[in-house]
Structure formats: C-alpha cells, structure tokens
C-alpha cells in the first residue's frame, strides 16, 4: 500500500490535515472518533483510485490542529463546509464512518448543494442509540479521564472525545425527515450502534437505502470485501 503524503490547509480556526489521491469525480472520506484519516488509507490507494479522493483528521484528532474547549458534530460540520468552499469543491460523494456517518447527517440537512451521494456507516443521531453495555463501557471511561485531568493529567482531549459519544448529535428526528440527498446507510452484524436504532434512521431519511454486512463487527466493517463492494456499487449507480 501507497502511504499517502499529509497536506494542511489553514482555517480561521484550524489547521486541518488531510490524504489526497486519485482522479476523477472529488469523494470525501471522515473517519469515526479517536480516529485519523489514516483509516481510510487503502481506500484512498487501492479500492477508489478512480475518484479523486479526500481524507480528512476532524478537529481534535489525528495532525490537525485547533484549539477547543468543546468538540461537537454541528462543529465538525461546519469544518467540512469551510474546507470544500475553501478548496473549491463544489460537488463531491461522501464516505462518513461511525463519527464521520453522524456528521454526514449533518452535511446532508444543512448543505445539501455539496453532495451528490451520501454513504453513512453505522450513524447514530441519538447517544441512545448506541447499546446500552458500550454506553456504559463509555461512561465509566469518560469519568476516569476527566479524573485523570482534574489531576493535571493531559487527557482533555479524550474528555472532549468521549463527551461526543455521551451527547446527541445535534439533529432532530424532524430533521432527517426532511434531508433529500441520496443516502446508503450501512451497518455491522455485530454492531455497538442498536440495529433497530440505524433501521429508524433509515426509515426517517428519504431516499435511503439500508444494507447489513455480514460477519463483521462495528470495528471492523471498512476492512470488509462487502463494504467496499456496497459503496461502489451505490456510489456508481445511477
């Protein structure tokens, strides 16, 4: 595998890192939390090698650089917006993973006018929505690095991360209702994201479609055969 170069582009407010590759029409990758754009590696080198392919690290993660308080999906979002206006992206596809299929949600109510189509993997758009075993696995985690920083220890940064995962995301179920580009909405067998939860999502967003991969886990969906073949196949579909 091809190790990609990392680039940066300065915003008001961040310095974001990212992967580019390949040629053809722009597809945009956005990893899920504690992640980096390093996740979508072989994609970018091996499976789209005929898009021109973007991989970013989200505010908070990887080699982008910023200085918060707080990190939030709306944020996150917003991020996105500020870099395709800032490269001069004006329609692209959109591979969201975890984190990155929630802030997909996002980009596909609140900029519509970016994307042509939208692949979310295993979203959710309520922290409820996660099972309630990983919930809580979460919860204890997130009480033991906040700990860890009230003793002075540098583990902010994974507050703010696990508070990601504790909060809702910041769109309604009205909301998804009303998003109208086109969605493929994938998910694991073995998923820490309730299955009934994605089939609710699914049933609210129009014009979705929804897959299960078989024989994997929500950590090891993107290294599937199966999931490579279903973007492809909606991302190429007329």
């Known amino acids: 595998m091809t190790s990609l170069p990392t680039r940066y582009l300065d915003l ?11 040629s053809g029409p722009y597809l ?8 980096s754009k390093r996740l979508f590696a072989r994609y970018q080198t091996d499976h ?13 993660h990887g080699q982008s650089r910023s200085d918060d308080e707080q990190l ?30 929630n802030i997909a949600l996002l980009l596909a109510k609140h900029a519509p006018q970016l994307f042509d189509r939208i692949v979310a993997i295993a979203p959710n758009y309520l922290a409820s929505g996660t099972d309630e075993k990983t ?18 220890l540098p583990t902010r940064k994974m507050v703010m991360r696990f508070e990601l995962m504790l909060n809702d995301i ?5 909301e998804l209702s009303s998003i109208q580009t086109g969605m ?17 999502i699914a049933e609210l967003v129009p014009n ?8 994997c886990t929500h950590m090891n969906i993107l290294q599937q055969p199966g999931t490579v073949a279903a973007i492809r196949e909606y991302l190429e579909s007329e």
């Not at 979705?208 to 024989?215: A, C, Q, V």
């Open 72 to 101: 939030t999906i709306p944020q996150f979002c917003q991020d996105v917006i500020n870099f395709c206006e800032a490269k001069g992206i004006q329609r692209m596809h959109l591979v969201g993973y975890s984190d990155g299929g």
């Open 184 to 200: 493929k909405i994938l998910y694991a067998e073995e998923e820490m994201v309730k299955p009934e939860h994605i089939r609710e």
């Open 28 to 35: 945009l990758f956005l990893h899920g939390n504690s992640e």
């Open 48 to 60: 789209f090698t005929d898009f021109h392919t973007l991989a970013l690290d989200s505010r908070g």
């Open 208 to 215: 979705s479609e929804l897959e299960m991969i078989p024989g």
């Open 170 to 174: 910041g769109i309604t179920a009205e």
């Open 12 to 22: 008001p407010d961040l310095r974001v890192a990212y992967c580019e590759a390949g």
């Open 135 to 152: 919930l809580k696995t979460f919860t204890r985690l997130y009480k033991l690095w906040k700990f860890l920083s009230r003793l002075g």
